[in-house]
């Protein structure tokens, strides 16, 4: 059982998900998430933060199809104002470093900082920037096998980082 602490956020739940259950994207259906919610009620989760976990988890299979496909390295994407306050400068930075270094392409960092905004809190840390990209290159990798290597060596590094 978790030990009881503030309510834990949906990147908490989603990656208490991930660890403990199976990979997010076998739960992009109404009777996978009801399977684990009592599960995931006793450890100790709430419940609205459970469900919101959920709705994230739908919206990155809606968004999944697709987004590993090539494209042009030279786009330059601005930040907006809110999402520049919501991520901040070195998550920003990070997320055009793995554009820059092609683990991400403009359609994959789209859903990322997509996902990334639905999350229900005012500011995102790099570390919880580095699970969520974990996860929609998990989801969006489906059907790229040749990449699940260096998505697993990703895996190790973030999961190695003390703040997880």
């Known amino acids: 059982m978790r030990k009881e602490t ?20 076998e739960l992009y259906s109404f009777e996978q998430q009801q399977k684990i919610l009592p599960e995931l009620q ?7 933060k459970i469900f919101q976990a959920f709705d994230w988890l739908m919206m990155l299979g809606v968004h999944q199809t697709g987004s590993l496909q090539a494209s042009n390295k030279n786009f330059i994407r601005f ?3 809110e999402e520049i306050a919501k991520l901040d400068i070195e998550c ?21 900082i997509n996902q990334l905004m639905q999350l229900q809190r005012n500011h995102i840390s790099l570390v919880e920037t580095k699970w969520v990209t974990y996860l929609v290159l998990r989801s ?25």
Do not use: Q, W
Not at 42 to 48: A, L
Not at 92 to 112: A, K, M, P, Q, Y
Not at 140 to 164: G, P, R
């Open 6 to 25: 503030p309510i834990a956020s949906e990147i908490e739940i989603l990656t208490h998900i991930f660890k403990h259950y199976c990979c997010p994207d």
């Open 42 to 48: 006793k450890e100790g989760f709430d419940e609205e």
């Open 79 to 81: 930040f907006s104002p």
């Open 92 to 112: 920003v930075n990070f997320i055009t470093s793995l554009t820059t270094h092609g683990i991400l392409n403009c359609n994959s960092r789209e859903i990322l």
């Open 140 to 164: 969006c990798s489906k059907a790229h096998k040749s990449i699940n290597d260096e998505i697993e060596k990703f895996y190790l590094m973030i999961s190695s980082d003390n703040n997880c």
